[in-house]
């Protein structure tokens, strides 16, 4: 069954994890098979596009288009699977089932299933995604396994760390903003509340039983503002090379502000925050600050009115 697997994807697992993810490809072949046996699915070429985990679409026995995920060792497969439960659906793919052992999951394959980065209308997209933010938002539970916002906002505090109290490549004023910016909106923010955590133009897809819904969850605990940040700077590099990506910015921000009732300024300071984040988990993850990202933080510090 075991189909050839890209040489990127391997050489990235084999980079990303070592030993453990040598091991987890070595075990894959047998993993998917147990999988596919269980669930009653034929499995067909993973997606072109691997990059974390192994994705595949398949076909049950009773002729249900499905996605089976074997996630690789990142240690977020059981929050994923709790995310998805609690999402049952609800601006969401469908968890159909699980397997713990084997960290596999099986899904329900949106179809036409064309990626929310497709629509040429930016407008439109944007309507799109909140109309799937509203969907997806819940309270959170009492009891979850989830990282919150302060839990990755801890990773500025790395930063300076790092940099022994300075902020290396970063851009100094652009740092002390984003940590300014943070311990006002977490000493603020609303009821907590169950979020994807990192919903993007890739992680929409055009659906039947709904238009768009939503894949790969993280599961985050935070206010609602939080959500729109990952939204906001997606495209990079491709948003900086339109023309004037800053109004671009500004006229995103006023459109999620209005269509999900929230307040612009924290949705912008949200998102300055997380993109100096962003540009730092880079480095963490052994490379450089990503320019475009920066970019993308210095002109939502620049969009205030």
Not at 83 to 97: D, K, N, T
Not at 108 to 136: I, K
Not at 259 to 278: G, K, M
């Amino acid at each position: 069954m075991m189909l050839p697997l890209p040489d990127h994807f391997t050489q990235a697992i084999s980079a990303r994890h070592g030993d453990a993810g040598r091991d987890w490809l070595a075990r894959l072949p047998a993993a998917l098979v147990a999988c596919a046996q269980r669930w009653d699915v034929v499995v067909a070429a993973p997606y072109t596009n691997l990059s974390y985990h192994f994705v595949a679409p398949g076909m049950r026995g009773d002729g249900q288009p499905v996605v089976v995920k074997m996630c690789a060792p990142t240690g977020e497969f059981a929050r994923e699977a709790e995310a998805l439960r609690l999402f049952a659906g609800q601006g969401m793919a469908r968890l159909l089932a699980s397997d713990a052992a084997y960290e596999a999951l099986l899904l329900e394959r949106l179809v036409p299933g064309t990626p929310l980065r497709a629509l040429d209308d930016d407008v439109r997209a944007t309507s799109a995604a909140a109309s799937v933010m509203r969907a997806l938002w819940r309270p959170a539970p009492a009891e979850h396994p989830f990282p919150t916002v302060a839990d990755w906002g801890r990773g500025l505090a790395r930063l300076r760390e790092q940099y022994g109290g300075s902020t290396g490549p970063f851009p100094s004023a652009l740092v002390a903003e984003a940590e300014a910016r943070y311990a006002d909106l977490c000493a603020s923010m609303g009821p907590p509340t169950l979020l994807h955590g990192d919903l993007h133009h890739d992680n929409i897809l055009a659906a039947t039983r709904a238009p768009w819904l939503a894949i790969d969850p993280k599961g985050l605990i935070g206010e609602p503002a939080y959500e729109t940040g990952a939204l906001l700077r997606n495209w990079l590099p491709d948003l900086l090379a339109q023309p004037q990506p800053g109004r671009i910015l500004a006229r995103r921000i006023d459109q999620l502000a209005d269509e999900l009732n929230l307040d612009r300024a924290r949705i912008r300071a949200w998102a300055i925050y997380q993109a100096v984040l962003s540009a730092w988990w880079d480095v963490e993850d052994g490379g450089q600050p990503s320019a475009a990202m920066l970019t993308c933080a210095t002109l939502l510090a620049a969009s205030k009115r």
